[in-house]
C-alpha cells in the first residue's frame, strides 16, 4: 500500500493554517472571519489524524471528533452572533461595529 510521508500533511495543515490566520488578521467581514477560524480548526483536524495514523494510535482521531464538537458550536454561536450585530447595526464589518463603547 503506497502513503504519503508524514510531512506532506503537515506541510499541508500549516499551509492551511497560515492561510486561516492571515484571513483572520486582515479579514473586517465577520462571517469571512468565522470561516478562516474554520480553516484553522480543520488544519488542527488534519495534522491530529496524520499523527495519528503515523503513530498507529486512536487518540489523534478520537481528539478531532472533540475538535469538531467544538467547531460546530463555534459555528452555531458564531452566526448568532453576526445575526444579532446585523440586527442591530445593519452592517456584519467589525470595523463598524462599536458595541462595546459607551
Do not use: H
Not at 495519528?52 to 471528533?65: H, K, N, P, T
Not at 475538535?67 to 463555534?74: D, I, K
Request: hydrophobic residues 60%; charged residues 10%.
Amino acid at each position: 500500500m503506497l502513503t504519503l510521508p508524514i510531512e506532506y500533511y503537515l506541510t499541508l495543515s500549516a499551509v492551511i493554517f497560515i492561510i486561516g490566520t492571515i484571513g483572520v488578521l486582515t479579514r473586517r467581514n465577520a462571517i469571512i472571519i468565522f470561516m478562516c477560524i474554520e480553516l484553522m480548526l480543520n488544519s488542527v483536524n488534519l495534522t491530529l489524524v496524520a499523527f495519528s495514523q503515523y503513530l498507529g494510535d486512536m487518540a489523534g482521531q478520537i481528539m478531532v471528533l472533540l475538535v469538531m464538537t467544538v467547531a460546530a458550536a463555534e459555528a452555531a454561536v458564531g452566526l448568532a452572533i453576526v445575526l444579532a450585530l446585523f440586527r442591530n447595526k445593519q452592517t456584519v464589518y467589525v470595523d463598524e461595529v462599536n458595541v462595546l463603547k459607551w
